[in-house]
């Protein structure tokens, strides 16, 4: 079945300090990635995407994520989180950028001070 | 970047009456669009895909009659919800996707409550 994983609901992570989101697949055929951030009020804001190439991608907001293909995962990562980053992040999957996606349950970021 | 926007954000309604959600992409057109429904806690889940001028597919579960989709034109797709019940309180969440693009934007979102 098609599914996406994020293992971890809640993460604090102190400001300034580094940040990795982690997001597991499972997908038939050659999988687009996605990850989206959704604050309150907010639309989701694509942060990055993969669809080939360089298995190290890079973002918005200095946001990376890299696919490791032997894992099924697509782990997303920030070297300095900053208060602002404070939001709701999905990991999605889909057969391209413009189709229907699979979303992971979502993993709630708290940054404190 | 492109915009879409959702109409209401925010609507409060009685049990038995029907809602209706608009989505409209600003400034471009949308061929496709995509309506998903999110629960507390949980991902964002397919409802249906709504291309222009065709009848909108549904996804397995999702009852067609009581979550009825209009795709009249190509920078609106309505969801009406019919016959709501408190079991429908949910966040409904649209995206749309352009001919000559290849991603898809969100819409802000629709926080229905049904009493």
């Known amino acids: 079945a098609q599914s996406v994983t994020q293992p971890d609901i809640h993460i604090t992570v102190s400001e300034g300090a580094s940040l990795e989101l982690r997001c597991n697949y499972s997908?038939?055929?050659?999988?687009?990635l996605f990850w989206y951030v959704q604050s309150p009020g907010q639309g989701l804001q694509l942060l990055l995407k993969?669809?080939?190439?360089?298995?190290l991608v890079q973002g918005i907001k200095g946001f990376e994520a890299e696919f490791k293909r032997s894992q099924s995962s697509f782990n997303l990562r920030k070297p300095s989180v900053h208060w602002s980053d404070a939001a709701e992040y999905f990991c999605?999957?889909?057969?391209?950028?413009?189709?229907?996606?699979?979303f992971g349950k979502g993993t709630t970021l708290s940054v404190s001070s | 970047g492109a915009v879409v926007s959702q109409h209401p954000s925010r609507v409060i309604c009685k049990s038995g009456t029907s809602v209706k959600i608009e989505c409209r992409s600003l400034?471009?057109?949308?061929?496709?669009m995509f309506w998903y429904r999110q629960f507390p806690k949980k991902s964002l889940m397919l409802m249906a895909t709504?291309?222009?001028?065709?009848?909108?597919?549904?996804e397995q579960g999702v009852e067609k009659d009581k979550f009825l989709i209009n795709h009249a034109s190509l920078t609106l797709s309505t969801l009406t919800v019919t016959s709501a019940h408190p079991e429908d309180s949910s966040f409904y969440i649209c995206?749309?996707?352009?001919?000559?693009?290849?991603?898809?934007?969100f819409g802000p979102g629709t926080r229905l409550t049904v009493l």
């Open positions: 999605a999957v889909g057969a391209g950028a413009g189709t229907a996606l699979i």
């Open positions: 709504s291309n222009e001028g065709s009848k909108a597919t549904y």
């Open positions: 400034d471009f057109q949308a061929t496709t």
């Open positions: 993969y669809f080939s190439g360089d298995t």
């Open positions: 997908y038939g055929a050659t999988p687009y």
């Open positions: 995206s749309a996707r352009g001919p000559n693009t290849d991603t898809q934007y």
